[in-house]
């Protein structure tokens, strides 16, 4: 049996390499200077990364000359496809002016966007990445309620600040070394499906926040339905606590007020990235007044004062793109929003289809648009499905990108963008199909035993 997955897996990497020629020299070139040949863990997958040339719409050419259609959207960035035209044009206006200017009008201007956006947002801070933007998010929430702990759903990731890389998956660990014990003592670890649990955490009176990633989106898109979320919300606001509802993923991408617009949520705190700027960096922390307030450093309204600063926060590009992207959010309004989920239902159901075609139980999550996929008869949750084994799975997205589908080996991941059309899904179904005739992707699933490790 142990010959199955060394000879498929032997036999998806002979395939990899001999369309990746470039892809692999550029590799060992940059493992010479860049550590570990990327410039973010999850950039890496073996044997070696792809390397990208250049991105339009919803299509990618790699270093060898390879139209991939993209499915990971550069980590979720790329929501309006590489290159749209208005972004682009935005950002070209931009280069003509300094790139960094004391105190520019453009913050302004993106603040009053996001706000007339997003109703829960009455004051907004401008900040680099999503990582940021949480850290100061629970900073000016201890800051407002002068408490110290912080509730975290097993199964999110929300950046890498170490107080945060805790808890990822079902065994709840730190993720990595150089974390202390001491940085994630004020994290509490919570089930979003236990709200008994979580108001239990909450009597203690000693809790500043609780962060929600509405999709649920690292564990699986395992999302709770929008009265399990609003009950949510009740919980905490009537402890005092405050909610902060993580936009990165969820923001721009399911509404044009973020998650909490879907899931009908009114948070106190929130923060954007990733798609806001849709790949020049920018991220935010948006909220009710009264709290944001802390950050003021006139300090008119003469409470508690939480620093929070950044040297880049004004980007003269990022702010063209973040405008110029909301202003596209809007005009695609609801029927556009619908069009991109429905392309992501019929993808889910369509790779199902193709599993199942081949002997392979198979259950996929979508969301917005958004697909998980797991490779299990088991139960559909998202305990059993976080602790599958990743081999199959990272062998078949391997594959996918033999046949032209970049997605992100070592995740389960399909992102659609709203450059996207019926034919690319298409082509990502036909591609998953090809993939499961040339290669025994059954066999892989069978002996690893489809157990939960
Ligand atoms: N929160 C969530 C929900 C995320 O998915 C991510 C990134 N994947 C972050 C925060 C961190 O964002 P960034 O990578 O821009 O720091």
């Known amino acids: 049996m142990a010959d199955a997955s060394t000879s498929v897996r032997a036999a998806v990497e002979a395939a990899y390499r001999a369309r990746t020629e470039e892809s692999r020299a550029w590799y060992e070139r940059a493992s010479r200077s860049l550590a570990g040949g990327v410039s973010g863990a999850v950039r890496y997958f073996a044997p070696y990364p792809t390397y990208i040339r250049d991105g339009s719409g919803a299509e990618l050419i790699d270093l060898d000359g390879n139209r991939l259609i993209d499915c990971f959207l550069s980590g979720a960035t790329a929501l309006l496809g590489h290159h749209e035209p208005s972004v682009a044009a935005a950002t070209r206006a931009a280069t003509e002016r300094s790139s960094l200017l004391f105190n520019p009008t453009h913050a302004t201007e993106t603040a009053e966007q996001l706000c007339a956006m997003v ?224 392309l992501a239902q019929r993808l889910a159901e369509g790779l199902t289809a193709a599993f199942i075609a081949h002997g392979v139980a198979c259950h996929a999550n979508h969301l917005g648009p958004m697909v998980r996929l797991f490779l299990t008869a088991g139960p559909a949750t ?29 995740s389960n991941d399909f992102f659609l963008s709203f450059a996207h059309t019926d034919v690319h899904v298409e082509q990502v179904i036909a591609a998953a199909g090809r993939v499961l005739d040339t290669f025994d992707i059954a066999a892989l699933v069978a002996e690893a035993g489809g157990a939960p490790q």
């Open 119 to 342: 109703p829960a947002v009455e004051r907004v801070r401008f900040v680099n990445s999503g990582t940021e933007a949480v850290m100061n998010a629970l900073r000016i929430a201890r800051a407002f309620t002068g408490r110290a702990k912080v509730v975290k759903f097993w199964g999110t990731y929300h950046g890498m600040d170490d107080q945060v890389l805790t808890g990822l998956d079902a065994r709840r660990r730190v993720l990595g070394g150089g974390i202390p014990a001491s940085l994630v003592a004020d994290i509490v670890h919570a089930d979003i499906n236990d709200l008994d649990g979580v108001a239990q955490v909450l009597a203690g009176g000693d809790v500043a926040a609780v962060l929600l990633d509405p999709t649920m989106h690292h564990c699986g898109l395992w999302a709770p339905p929008p009265a399990h979320q609003q009950a949510l919300q009740q919980l905490v606001q009537d402890a005092g606590a405050l909610l902060v509802v993580d936009e990165v993923i969820s923001g721009f991408r399911l509404a044009p007020g973020g998650g909490q617009e879907y899931f009908g949520l009114q948070p106190d705190l929130c923060v954007f990235g990733k798609a806001f700027a849709v790949g020049e960096r920018l991220g935010a922390i948006g909220g009710r007044a009264e709290v944001m307030a802390v950050t003021d450093a006139a300090r008119t309204h003469g409470g508690p004062f939480a620093f929070q600063s950044g040297t880049c926060n004004d980007s003269t590009v990022s702010h063209a793109a973040a405008q110029a992207a909301m202003a596209r959010y809007r005009a695609l309004g609801p029927a556009g929003y619908a069009a991109a989920a429905a």
């Open 382 to 410: 998202a305990e059993h499905c976080t602790r599958l084994p990743s081999a199959p799975i990272d062998t078949f997205h391997l594959a996918l990108l033999t046949e032209g589908v970049l997605t992100l080996p070592g």
